[in-house]
């Protein structure tokens, strides 16, 4: 239900843009997050933005990322410019969503896509 793509190798100081598209949820009331986890390291919370456009980013990143969602294509979106070497990891994208407007919220996941940072 959540696919994220946008990945690649890039060098520092490049940008990257992530895409997660959404399916069977309800995106326009739904948290979207980005996580990242890189080798050996635990899975770090990395941007979050709520349905109201409320934006939320680890320290390390503030500046440099910038998440955004477009709810009338279900996709939420990770800027990333700025990129350095601890940004490699693998991400992954999350959604805090219903699937029915009177249903429970659920956690949902998407795929990692592997963001690599090498001169």
């Known amino acids: 239900q959540l696919q994220a793509s946008g990945g690649g190798l890039v060098q520092p100081g490049e940008s990257l843009r992530l895409s997660c598209a959404a399916s069977?949820?309800?995106?326009?009331?739904?948290?979207m997050g980005w996580y990242r986890q890189a080798p050996g390291k635990q899975r770090e919370l990395v941007a979050t933005?709520?349905?109201?456009?409320?934006?939320n980013y680890v320290d390390s990143v503030k500046g440099r990322f910038s998440v955004s969602r477009d709810n009338a294509k279900n996709i939420a979106y990770l800027q990333m410019n700025s990129l350095k070497p601890g940004d490699t990891a693998v991400y992954f994208c999350?959604?805090?969503?219903?699937?029915?407007?009177?249903?429970?919220?659920?956690?949902?996941w998407g795929q990692g896509t592997q963001v690599t940072v090498s001169s």
């Open positions: 069977g949820i309800i995106f326009s009331t739904s948290i």
């Open positions: 999350y959604a805090w969503a219903k699937t029915r407007n009177w249903g429970p919220y659920n956690d949902y």
């Open positions: 933005i709520y349905s109201s456009g409320r934006t």
